[in-house]
């Protein structure tokens, strides 16, 4: 963590770069998720421009195709190109620490923010099974190198049923409907289609409270280095995108139906209700890291620390100066 002086410096440069020439830069979005509005927000209600930030963000072509089965369109002119760089990623950490224990890995990026800071999944079940210990002996849709992967073997973990439950690769509902698995792990945006197709939402994971480098903003370490007052001000922006989207139905409403083609009321409800969910303090998940580092290991990993893996000072700084708790009452 950096010193105190440079982060209040950072801060105050934020309401100084908004009457300076806006600093560009490319935002990959990487998979369609509720994780995503805020920043999508931050974009269209002037929020990025506020803060001195001329922002380009977009959802990556294999995360747009994903969604399909869910009822999920992304509009074409908000899919990005295959491969295309971008210096700031919003998306999990689970996924950054397996990739990082990989030989070749491109770039070392550092997550600097978490909003998904606990296990937030649901597992959705066929309408037979009735309680979490019918799980043993059957098949869960999970993954496993990506934050899905990430839930699907902590969840396992604290139920004791590591041993008892098989683990195959993500499937849909439609697949879970034709009785191909037993159970999936759902995020939010699936979990909002259960009801309607007749399956049962067994359980929200997050009742239990389990540590999880989930979605959150990760940058490049090069870009980082040397554009700190860029990072400090597209934090800032972001938090406060999050606390307007949690009070701000209208605008969450809005997004959804110009991003997603999200507009089915019932389903905007059920998502609104979940977007509660955002710590209002998004600092970056330590022990999540940790876990995370434990479930990939590897010779890379094994050698790494987890500092190297975040930098907690940027929500620190928004802390200790009362942006948060002021942003969390308005």
Request: net charge neutral; aromatic share 8%.
């Amino acid at each position: 963590m950096k010193n105190a002086a440079f982060f209040a410096l950072a801060l105050l440069a934020c309401a100084a770069a908004a009457r300076a020439q806006p600093a560009h830069v490319e935002v990959e979005l990487g998979d369609v998720s509720l994780q995503k509005v805020p920043f999508i927000i931050a974009a269209d209600a002037g929020i990025y421009a506020k803060n001195g930030l001329d922002v380009h963000q977009f959802i990556t072509p294999r995360a747009a195709q994903a969604v399909v089965g869910v009822g999920i369109q992304v509009p074409p002119e908000y899919i990005g190109k295959e491969h295309q760089k971008s210096a700031i990623q919003v998306g999990g950490g689970a996924p950054l620490i397996y990739s990082a224990g990989q030989p070749g890995t491109p770039a070392h990026r550092i997550i600097v923010a978490t909003n998904e800071n606990i296990v937030r999944d649901h597992i959705i079940t066929r309408p037979d099974i009735h309680s979490e210990r019918e799980l043993k002996g059957k098949v869960l849709a999970s993954s496993f190198h990506n934050v899905t992967g990430y839930d699907g073997v902590v969840y396992l973990r604290h139920m004791g049923l590591t041993k008892d439950v098989k683990i195959v690769e993500a499937a849909t509902l439609d697949e879970l409907k034709a009785g191909k698995v037993d159970a999936v792990m759902a995020t939010l945006f699936m979990t909002t289609r259960a009801q309607e197709l007749g399956l049962h939402d067994l359980v929200d994971i997050a009742k239990y409270k389990l540590a999880e480098p989930g979605s959150g903003i990760s940058v490049d370490a090069e870009f980082l280095a040397s554009n700190r007052d860029v990072v400090a001000r597209f934090v800032k922006a972001s938090v406060e995108a999050t606390a307007r989207m949690k009070k701000d139905k209208n605008i969450f409403s809005a997004t959804l139906a110009k991003w997603f083609n999200v507009t089915d009321p019932g389903m905007v409800d059920r998502l609104f209700a979940m977007a509660q969910g955002f710590p209002d303090k998004p600092y970056p998940s330590v022990e999540g890291i940790k876990i995370a580092m434990g479930i990939f290991s590897s010779p890379i990993l094994e050698k790494a620390k987890p500092e190297e893996f975040y930098d907690s000072g940027f929500i620190a700084a928004l802390d200790k100066d009362g942006t948060l708790d002021r942003l969390a009452k308005k």
